[in-house]
């Protein structure tokens, strides 16, 4: 069974900067792609950032693009979610997630994820 661990949220301030980290623990994640997801209260969950776990390579929501950085730490199955310049609207619950092994399909959509983390609360204040 994946276990999927979030920590690292928080309030802060507008222009503000936190860092969340997602620990894995169950099985290895070379062959996996983990993903983060936000869900604001009234509002459905959606689609962060993405990584390979085995090429390292990332993808992002446009909203997140160039303040976000997804990155990983094979030794410690961990996955850290760099959160810069933060907005109001960057307020929600976010999750950890990983998709099936060797997933080819698209990261957008949270039906695609196989295990979820508990969520951490992210709150930004004006």
């Known amino acids: 069974q994946v276990q999927l661990v979030e920590s690292g949220g928080g309030l802060v301030q507008a222009g503000g900067s936190l860092r969340l980290s997602c620990a894995a623990s169950g099985r290895t994640f070379s062959r996996y792609a983990m993903g983060w997801f936000r869900q604001a209260p009234g509002k459905e969950r959606e689609f962060v950032a993405a990584l390979s776990w085995s090429s390292g390579r990332t993808w992002y929501a446009d909203s997140v693009k160039g303040r976000f950085t997804c990155s990983r730490d094979n030794a410690k199955n961990t996955v850290a979610l760099q959160m810069n310049s933060l907005k109001p609207e960057d307020t929600a619950v976010y999750y950890c997630?990983?998709?099936?092994?060797?997933?080819?399909?698209?990261?957008?959509?949270?039906?695609?994820?196989?295990?979820w983390g508990q969520g951490t609360q992210v709150t930004v204040s004006s």
């Open positions: 997630a990983t998709y099936p092994p060797d997933y080819s399909g698209s990261f957008y959509f949270a039906r695609s994820v196989l295990y």
